[in-house]
Nanobody, 124 residues
């Protein structure tokens, strides 16, 4: 089972950028489709991106499409989420986990495990 650790969250201003990292401990990430999820206070968890294990395809939620880019470093067993043009509505705790895309909706897969997440706060 993969254990993940997210990092890189911070307090930023509207329009700024951040890069989040997700490091895996255990089986290599390359065996899993891996994605990013976020949860704002009082709201349900939302799937942000999901990248196939091959890295050939990444799905993004409509709310971040064009602003966020997911990538990976297989040597470091680390995934990244480059976030640009941040908005206050991007505020939340961000998690990485195994994912699936069903009808365009990004969901945690049956093998998803959750780390502590990393906090992103975007001030207006």
């Amino acid at each position: 089972q993969v254990h993940v650790e997210e990092s890189g969250g911070d307090l930023v201003q509207t329009g700024e950028s951040l890069r989040l990292s997700c490091t895996a401990f255990g089986p290599p990430f390359d065996h899993y489709s891996l994605g990013w999820f976020r949860q704002a206070p009082g709201k349900e968890r939302e799937g942000v991106s999901c990248t196939t294990w091959s890295g050939e395809t990444t799905w993004y939620s409509d709310s971040v499409k064009g602003r966020f880019t997911a990538s990976k470093d297989s040597v470091k067993n680390t995934r990244y989420l480059q976030m640009g043009d941040l908005k206050p509505e991007d505020t939340g705790t961000y998690y990485c986990a195994a994912c699936v895309s069903v009808g365009g909706v990004i969901l945690p897969s049956s093998v998803a495990t959750w780390g502590h997440g990393t906090q992103v706060t975007v001030s207006s």
